[in-house]
T-cell receptor
Framework: NAGVTQTPKFRILKIGQSMTLQCTQDMNHNYMYWYRQDPGMGLKLIYYSVGAGITDKGEVPNGYNVSRSTTEDFPLRLELAAPSQTSVYFC????????????FGQGTRLTVV | GENVEQHPSTLSVQEGDSAVIKCTYSDSASNYFPWYKQELGKGPQLIIDIRSNVGEKKDQRIAVTLNKTAKHFSLHITETQPEDSAVYFCAASKGAEGADGLTFGKGTHLIIQP
């Protein structure tokens, strides 16, 4: 059981480039999330999804897009990378039901230069 | 929106002593309060959580207390060990079934001195 898998683990982008951060989970979880973590800060919610075909903005959605075509996958898209998007990105999922545990991936460290 | 404050940002304790980390939240509608441990290069992992209808919960050396009136909750680690060294985050959620995500504190770097 792999849990939540993120790829790539590291990436360097040039300003203006685009990329997709991949996230997949094998726990059949309905809910999936993308967070970013900046140095000395807690995690901030970018986007979330309560099921296939449904996505919603979190606290810091600007500059990002998501899609949820299947239960397993929740990719995060950066269209025009900016230095302010240098961060560590975490994908998470939890099952449907009251107060279930959120499982996190290992993270993607992104640097925009 | 919800705001979670966490203190201290760094905590150094002698091995075997206790550690206490405190958090406050702003939204009285929040009803779920998990604590996560993050080791270097890894994603956060749940260590304990508490619901708003409970005042205290214990799991071996770890305990969490919740004061809904004062809107604060705390993590207590007793008999600390070297493997407890990590960054700890508190969080709060108010969505039904927790579906709309977590609001995190800024984290506490816990250092266990041998």
């Amino acid at each position: 059981n792999a849990g939540v898998t993120q790829t790539p683990k590291f990436r360097i982008l040039k300003i203006g480039q685009s990329m997709t951060l991949q996230c997949t989970q094998d726990m059949n979880h309905n809910y999936m999330y993308w967070y970013r973590q900046d140095p000395g800060m807690g995690l901030k919610l970018i986007y979330y999804s309560v099921g296939a075909g449904i996505t919603d903005k979190g606290e810091v959605p600007n500059g990002y897009n998501v899609s949820r075509s299947t239960t397993e996958d929740f990719p995060l898209r950066l269209e025009l990378a900016a230095p302010s998007q240098t961060s560590v990105y975490f994908c998470a999922s939890n099952g449907k039901g009251v107060y279930t545990e959120a499982f996190f991936g290992q993270g993607t460290r992104l640097t925009v230069v | 929106g919800e705001n979670v404050e966490q203190h201290p940002s760094t905590l150094s304790v002698q091995e075997g002593d206790s550690a206490v980390i405190k958090c406050t939240y702003s939204d009285s509608a929040s009803n779920y309060f998990p604590w996560y441990k993050q080791e270097l290069g890894k994603g956060p992992q749940l260590i304990i959580d508490i619901r708003s209808n409970v005042g205290e919960k214990k799991d071996q050396r770890i305990a969490v207390t919740l004061n809904k009136t004062a809107k604060h909750f705390s993590l207590h680690i007793t008999e600390t060990q070297p493997e407890d060294s990590a960054v700890y985050f508190c969080a709060a959620s108010k969505g039904a079934e927790g579906a709309d995500g977590l609001t995190f504190g800024k984290g506490t770097h816990l250092i266990i001195q041998p």
